[in-house]
């Protein structure tokens, strides 16, 4: 019994635990996704928390004040005075709030609070994040201005270019690697193997500008197959490694068997290590996935910071550069690049826990 209960107690503590860390990352994402449907104004005026049903101060009666009334002095409203600075930020009174309708006219307004259940949710901070054609944006005080998008369509599908072959490429050279490596018997296996792991320790910024110098010399800088062999040559270490330890621990007999019937390295690669091999090539590519999707650094080097050419991350950097106020377009922008990557997550999802796993027990 006391065992039992101990169980219980350390799976409650767990799940505890686990419920804590999953609502520090849902809420600010839920918060992100929220302030992307919502309008310029409201997002610098209120939090996104208002798109629930709450509380609010509607514009009500106003009341016009007398030209002789002296805004310096206590100014008398509906028989009871108020300072200037308590109408600017506002002041209650009667269950009403009194505040400033326009100050220059004189006129005071009565506001009444009541529920505020439908909020005001807009698709045009996506429309004017993805398009590069103007649009006008009213501004918080009632004023409107013209901007420009920021076509953010262009960079979205630069960087689909860029990460699908920088995903594919390693992954299918690191398993060709990984079965010669774990199956294979060659001179030099195990010292090479080792100088492929070694690499996991060198810091990519060490070797961005030698490589850049040879990309110069041969003409292979600001081009796409360019960032496609940098992201291939950063990432094949990681991917080797973990490929290595998923196909070393699959049974020997099935390579045994085949080779009594005649099969090829090439054939068992292809007809047995591939499909045994789905969950950790599909664990394996969201990794890669992910880093070259978020990457910034080396697509600014070896593709440059062009609008033809931007990936996401450089046109959202750019955003909070050039538009830090506008917070619309940066919620909007943001969220539009974490779709691809849930989108990647989700489908392979299935396989993501095995491919971890993969390797890690025998038998």
């Known amino acids: ?32 996704f929220a302030s992307s449907f919502r309008p310029a104004a409201d997002i610098l005026q209120t939090g ?23 805004l310096r002095e206590p100014i008398e409203v509906n028989g009871k005075t108020y300072t200037d600075e308590q109408l600017k930020a506002g002041v209650k009174a009667d269950g009403s709030r009194l505040m400033w309708e326009n100050r220059r006219a004189r006129t005071v307004n009565m506001q009444e609070q009541g529920w505020q259940a439908v909020p005001d949710l807009t698709l045009d901070n996506y429309k004017n994040v993805l398009s590069g054609k103007e649009y006008t944006l009213k501004e918080a005080d009632g004023s409107e201005t013209v901007q420009k998008g920021s076509g953010l369509s262009q960079a979205f599908w630069n960087t689909l270019t860029i990460a699908v072959p920088a995903t594919v490429i390693p992954v299918l050279i ?37 490589v850049l110098k040879d990309y110069t010399a041969l003409g292979l800088n ?53 499909p045994l091999s789905v969950p950790a090539l599909a664990s394996i590519g969201i990794f890669q996935f992910l880093w070259v999707w978020n990457d910034y650094l080396v697509s600014l080097i070896f593709i440059g910071n062009q609008p033809s050419v931007q990936v996401m991350s450089m046109k959202i950097a750019d955003l909070v550069g050039s538009r830090g106020n506008d917070w ?3 919620t909007s922008a943001a969220f539009i690049s974490m779709l691809m990557p849930l989108a990647i997550f989700f489908l392979l999802q299935k396989y993501f826990v095995r491919g971890l796993m993969g390797g890690s027990v025998k038998g």
């Open 174 to 210: 690191a398993s060709f690697a990984a079965y010669a490596f774990a199956w294979l018997r060659f001179p030099g296996r195990k010292t090479l193997f080792v100088i492929i792991i070694a690499m996991l320790v060198i810091p990519i910024q060490v070797a961005l500008i030698p």
């Open 1 to 32: 019994m006391v065992g039992t209960k101990k169980k219980k107690g350390s799976k409650t503590a767990v799940n505890l635990i686990l419920g804590v860390i999953c609502f520090l990352w849902i809420l600010p994402t839920f918060g992100l």
């Open 222 to 274: 600001g081009s796409y197959l360019g960032i496609w062999l940098a992201h291939t040559a950063f990432g094949l270490p990681l991917v080797t490694y973990f490929m290595y330890n998923f196909i070393s621990q699959l049974p020997k007999d099935l390579f045994e068997s085949a080779f009594i019937d005649g099969a090829s390295h090439f054939t068992i690669f292809s007809r047995l290590i591939l």
């Open 328 to 330: 619309h377009l940066l």
């Open 48 to 70: 996104w928390w208002k798109v629930f049903p709450h509380q609010e101060w509607k514009a009500g009666e106003t009341v016009q004040l007398s030209k002789e009334v002296d």
